[in-house]
Each structure stands twice: as structure tokens, then as C-alpha cells.
T-cell receptor, first 114, second 111 residues
Framework: AQKVTQAQTEISVVEKEDVTLDCVYE???????LFWYKQPPSGELVFLIR??????QNEISGRYSWNFQKSTSSFNFTITASQVVDSAVYFC???????????FGTGTKLQVIP | DAGVIQSPRHEVTEMGQEVTLRCKPI?????LFWYRQTMMRGLELLIY????????DSGMPEDRFSAKMPNASFSTLKIQPSEPRDSAVYFC?????????FGEGSRLTVL
């Protein structure tokens, strides 16, 4: 069975600081997808990124970057120069691939203090 | 483009009553998922459909819960009879290429 661990329950940073959210996964699948989702205080769940298991290239999108390392089964998410609007709960998730169940981690609550 | 649409947004009911939550997925998406979110248990997958067929319902808590997807544009999640421990936010999500797009959720309170 798949398992996604987000060891950081809550993180507080001061605005403009960089912050990294950790995600470690366990899987027996040879191919799989990894995801990050954001849940702001308003409650909706917003898709941020998907990575395929065969593509370990890191990705940068504006202030967001993702570091995928199969060797350590980690898929970490870094926000550079954090802003108050980044305050949210961030979920890491795993899917075996294809149209199959997506398993979520327990989430990391990020609070960016002005 | 319309996103996933859920109704009702909020539901308050008394224990023992039947509750029906509704979901309209994004047009063209062929997978639909029902999740439940609580503080204690986080995001739990209840059931998912592919091409309107239930694929995995192992997350459905018990027989009081049932879900249907009669066509590609509509799904329901029914709880009968409801209990206070069913109080949660219920999310519907649809997918075409693996990433999930969520509705705004239905917040259920069972008194």
C-alpha cells in the first residue's frame, strides 16, 4: 500500500523567508505520480503540480520549486520569498498511475507572518 | 470553463436523517472521486469511479454510505441514516490525466 508522510505539521515563517515543505512516500509501484495541492483558509483544494516517477527533473514555477529524488523517496516543495498569501495547508499525494486512487499525506500548515 | 460543482455547500441535519450530496464533474473528465476531510482523519478517499463504473469503494465507512454515478455528468453520495460522526467536509473531484480537480466541498453537520 502507498503511504505519504509529511512530518511537518505546522511551520511558521516571516514574510520573504524561504521555506521547504517535506514529503516522503512509500510505494511498491514502478511507475507512479506525485502531487502537491494547496488548501487556503477558504477551504478549496487547488492542484499545484504533478510529477511522473520516471522524470526526476526538478521544476521551478515562479517562487515555487519542487525537488524530486527517487533515491530518498522524497518530493519536497520550496517556496522562495514567502508571502502572506502562501499561508495554507499543503498536501503531498501519490497515485499508482493511470486512473487510480490518490493517497494524500496529512498536510503541512504553513503560516507566513507579515 | 466550469469546475467541479457540488451541492449543497452546507447541510445541517439531525441524526437519523438521509443526506444526499451531489457532484457534477468537469465535462470530459472520466474519473470521479469522493473524499471526506476531518481534523482527526485528514483527507480520506471514500470511493472512485472510472467511466461511471465504481472501481474502489474500500474507503466507504460502512453500509450507511452509498455512491452512484448514473452518467458522466452526475454523481451522488448518500448517507442513510446519518450519524454525528459523519460530520465532515465532503469533496468531489474529477480527473482526466491523473491530477484531481476538486469542488468547493459540502460541509455536513449532523446534530
Amino acid at each position: 500500500a502507498q503511504k505519504v508522510t509529511q512530518a511537518q505539521t505546522e511551520i511558521s515563517v516571516v514574510e520573504k523567508e524561504d521555506v521547504t515543505l517535506d514529503c516522503v512516500y512509500e510505494t511498491r509501484d514502478t511507475t507512479y505520480y506525485l502531487f502537491w495541492y494547496k488548501q487556503p483558509p477558504s477551504g478549496e483544494l487547488v492542484f499545484l503540480i504533478r510529477r511522473n516517477s520516471f522524470d526526476e527533473q526538478n521544476e521551478i514555477s515562479g517562487r515555487y520549486s519542487w525537488n524530486f529524488q527517487k533515491s530518498t523517496s522524497s518530493f519536497n516543495f520550496t517556496i522562495t520569498a514567502s508571502q502572506v498569501v502562501d499561508s495554507a495547508v499543503y498536501f503531498c499525494a501519490h497515485s499508482p498511475g493511470g486512473y487510480q486512487k490518490v493517497t494524500f499525506g496529512t498536510g503541512t500548515k504553513l503560516q507566513v507572518i507579515p | 470553463d466550469a469546475g467541479v460543482i457540488q451541492s449543497p455547500r452546507h447541510e445541517v441535519t439531525e441524526m437519523g436523517q438521509e443526506v444526499t450530496l451531489r457532484c457534477k464533474p468537469i465535462s470530459g473528465h472520466n474519473s470521479l472521486f469522493w473524499y471526506r476531510q476531518t481534523m482527526m482523519r485528514g483527507l480520506e478517499l471514500l470511493i472512485y469511479f472510472n467511466n461511471n463504473v465504481p472501481i474502489d469503494d474500500s474507503g466507504m465507512p460502512e453500509d450507511r454510505f452509498s455512491a452512484k454515478m448514473p452518467n458522466a455528468s452526475f454523481s451522488t453520495l448518500k448517507i442513510q441514516p446519518s450519524e454525528p460522526r459523519d460530520s465532515a467536509v465532503y469533496f468531489c473531484a474529477s480527473s482526466l490525466t491523473g491530477e484531481l480537480f476538486f469542488g468547493e466541498g459540502s460541509r455536513l453537520t449532523v446534530l
